[in-house]
């Protein structure tokens, strides 16, 4: 908390924000929870990253009186969950801050998704928190084992856990990864059973939950803000409302850490490709279309990576258009190359 000194002497608080509603939020400090507002100068900063948000650490003026307080300043970071911001816009919306665990929540039933889970880690990864899989709903599924390796396919190894709320099962260890005071966040959609997992955590009917739809398998947004609370096992989770929608605000960095065994595949089979920078579109003797024609790559994988990377390479050219430039003459060149080649054959 070095960056909290600079207000030594002064009459701000330091505290940590545990809940929040868009702007309103709750902070917690040494004088107790105080309702806080966001002030002037930091609420409409053109960057909306430095904006407080759950999980953040921050110096705020109290009016005691009130029992509320201004939010001043925003201390710097540990970890940050960003995603892309709901709808056409394609600014970040931070999800949490100073994470050291996220709980990447999916149900064992038809809304199990692979390709949803490799975006949750690509995300994760970009954060710097370290995730668990967290495979929901043990007590209703008739083939545990099934979902087990069809996870191992995407994250063979990334810490992964089989829980049944309602029958007390896995909830010890999954616990025990917030021991030592961590923080953790549950990522996951509607009706994966996050808020049903965080009360049987807390061992109370704390978090509202809600019933899927027998029709979709979906559920209906049970939790609408975020708040973090206190586990009797110990550590600090945050709950959040299920996310249909998590747009890669990431790097390439991201994208690699969540395929790093994919990607190591795809780099070796490249090297047998005719053209050393071939981009495994439609360039002749690519040994990668080679590949996945004979089943050796995983098309849904492929697929998934290369939708990723669009995204995340489509965000970073509308930040900086000499990027899409330098891609696009690049992409013309190597054009002429295959063209070349296709005549000199």
């Known amino acids: 908390m070095f960056a909290a000194q600079q207000f030594s002497g002064s009459s701000m608080l330091l505290g940590r924000v545990v809940s929040q509603q868009r702007h309103l939020l709750t902070v917690i400090t040494n004088a107790g929870p105080l309702q806080a507002d966001i002030a002037g100068r930091l609420l409409h900063v053109s960057d909306v990253q430095e904006r407080p948000v759950i999980g953040d650490w921050v110096m705020c003026l109290p009016r005691q009186d009130e029992r509320r307080a201004t939010i001043h300043s925003v201390l710097p970071r540990s970890t940050c969950f960003v995603r892309k911001e709901v709808g056409q816009r394609t600014r970040p919306q931070v999800i949490a801050a100073n994470i050291d665990v996220a709980f990447l929540v999916m149900t064992m039933g038809a809304d199990f998704n692979l390709s949803r889970l490799e975006r949750y880690l690509a995300l994760t990864k970009e954060s710097g928190a370290m995730p668990v899989i967290i495979l929901t709903k043990a007590d209703i599924c008739e083939d545990t084992e099934a979902f087990i390796r069809a996870t191992r396919t995407c994250a063979p190894t990334v810490n992964l856990q089989i829980v049944s709320a309602l029958e007390g099962i896995g909830l010890q260890q999954t616990g025990s990864y917030l021991s030592g005071h961590k923080t953790g966040v549950m990522v996951g959609s509607s009706g994966a059973g996050k808020s049903t997992l965080l009360n049987a955590l807390l061992k109370t009917e704390h978090a ?70 071939c981009q495994h579109q439609s360039e002749p003797d690519c040994a990668v279309h080679a590949a996945r024609a004979e089943g050796i790559i995983d098309d849904r994988r492929w697929n998934n990576w290369i939708k990723l990377k669009r995204e995340v390479s489509y965000l970073m050219e509308k930040e900086n258009p000499e990027m899409k430039r330098a891609k696009r003459r690049e992409q013309i060149r190597l054009n002429r190359q295959s063209r070349s080649s296709g005549r000199n054959n």
């Open 208 to 277: 509202v939950t809600g019933a899927v739809s027998a029709f979709t398998e979906k559920g209906r947004h049970t939790t609408t803000s975020r708040e973090l609370v206190r586990l009797p096992l110990g550590g600090l989770l945050i709950d959040t409302p299920g996310m249909r929608e998590l747009g890669m605000i990431c790097n390439d960095a991201g994208v690699e850490g969540a395929f790093g065994d994919f990607s190591s595949e795809i780099k070796k089979i490249a090297q047998h490709c005719r053209f050393r920078n």
